[in-house]
């Protein structure tokens, strides 16, 4: 009799408990207090394109050169995208077909292009040859998958000595030829000669990771369809990895970051929360079990909730196992450049993000360390930005 009575009640009280979370929803209470915060360049807007990866891998290299006391600049993302874009039909027609060919890449590539062809200010290429103001690659992303999908047809059982010009054409039309030679503040440059004056040298940045399928210590390159050049990370077991992110910022080293944006506790307004979902592990379960509400309900209520909550207590076999299930996977990179906390005295990272400015933060989120430490697939850092005793674990030097 007792149970039933409680089931009644629970049936008269879930309205209500929706109608409460509903009603917290609309007052946002994270009050966040800046512990640490690096210089960085202005946030930037992808818009439609799938250019994060450009975007924040750039704008770690932007940071460095605040750091190193030099002038503020915007390098261009466009730029990066038409070359890595050039590299990967190259490579997709030399692979028949057998790699990932899409918009996405990595922070490597970013990385590569600077070395190998240098770069040039945003305002000399600014990508934007097609009648918008925004960046917005659906039509040109679609053409030239399906160019280099017929050329690996091979309808004339030899490839053309034509068709990688014919690629570029595309590109020419849509992002603009990228300059050979350009005049920047009274200089004339090559794209190689403005890299060179930048002064900073490609060989001190690496990428970094944490997963068990690999041994520790050494490199691999980690199997994600936007790693299409097979670059190669250092694998560190998980609270190793973490320290880095801290030691990074504490000694004024930006971070740029790889991670997995499609789970709930990443919203649009800045928030990158992790919050514990199983109702046996939260405080209350009993009272969860005998109100009769399900997970998918109670998942609802915490995430319609705006205020800092429990976190998952993130493991390294925890990590693994989201990689293995497609749970976590690679899909957007951002730059870390600072640390928060909230009013619980919690930690979180600054993030810089390019979608633009428009949300609560104005292009900032808020990454609490619960969610760094389960949803990263990669970082890339200055060599000097991982603690001494991490280097020689890994042999950099």
């Not at 512990?35 to 202005?42: D, F, Y």
């Not at 390159?221 to 990370?233: M, T, V, Y």
């Not at 928030?271 to 969860?288: F, K, R, W």
């Not at 104005?362 to 760094?372: L, T």
Request: hydrophobic share 35%.
């Amino acid at each position: 009799m007792m149970k039933k009575t409680l089931l009644s009640i629970a049936v008269l009280l879930l309205p209500f408990l929706f109608a409460k979370a509903q009603e917290t929803a609309k007052t946002d209470t994270f009050q966040f207090t800046v512990v640490k915060e690096l210089p960085i360049t202005s946030v930037k807007n992808q818009a439609s394109s799938s250019t994060c990866w450009s975007f924040s891998g750039l704008g770690l290299f932007e940071a460095e050169l605040l750091r190193l006391g030099k002038p503020e600049v915007d390098l261009s993302a466009m730029f990066v995208v038409y070359r890595c874009y050039s590299d990967q039909a190259d490579k997709y027609v030399r692979t028949q077909g057998n790699i990932n060919f899409a918009p996405g890449g990595s922070f490597y590539d970013v990385l590569c292009v600077l070395k190998n062809d240098g770069i040039v200010p945003d305002e000399l290429m600014r990508g934007l040859n097609y009648g918008e103001e925004l960046h917005r690659h659906g039509e040109m992303d679609a053409v030239l998958a399906a160019y280099v999908k017929t050329v690996v047809q091979n309808k004339n059982r030899k490839l053309s000595t034509a068709w990688k010009k014919g690629f570029d054409g595309i590109l020419n039309a849509y992002l603009g030829e990228p300059p050979t030679e350009f005049v920047y503040k009274g200089k004339t440059y090559t794209p190689q000669s403005y890299m060179q004056s930048l002064g900073l040298n490609m060989d001190d940045y690496v990428s970094l990771t944490s997963f068990t399928h690999h041994p520790f210590y050494e490199k691999f390159a980690i199997e994600i369809p936007d790693n299409w050049r097979w670059s190669e990370s250092y694998n560190l077991p998980l609270d190793e990895l973490m320290r880095i992110f801290d030691y990074a910022i504490d000694n004024g080293y930006t971070v740029a970051w790889g991670a997995d944006v499609s789970e709930k506790g990443f919203n649009r307004n800045g928030l990158a929360v992790n919050p514990e979902t199983n109702t046996a592990n939260m405080p209350g379960s009993d009272q969860a079990h005998w109100l009769g509400i399900s997970q998918r309900e109670m998942e609802e209520m915490i995430f319609n909730a705006t205020g800092p909550q429990p976190e998952v207590k993130v493991t390294q076999e925890l990590r693994q196992a989201g990689f293995e299930n497609y749970q976590t996977t690679d899909d957007h990179g951002m730059l870390i450049y600072g640390t928060a906390k909230d009013q619980n005295g919690k930690k979180y990272y600054l993030v810089k993000n390019s979608w633009g400015t428009d949300n609560k933060y104005k292009g900032i989120w808020y990454a609490s360390e619960s969610f760094v430490a389960h949803k990263t697939i990669n970082i890339m850092t200055h060599k000097n930005a991982i603690p001494k005793d991490l280097k020689e674990k890994l042999g950099i030097r």
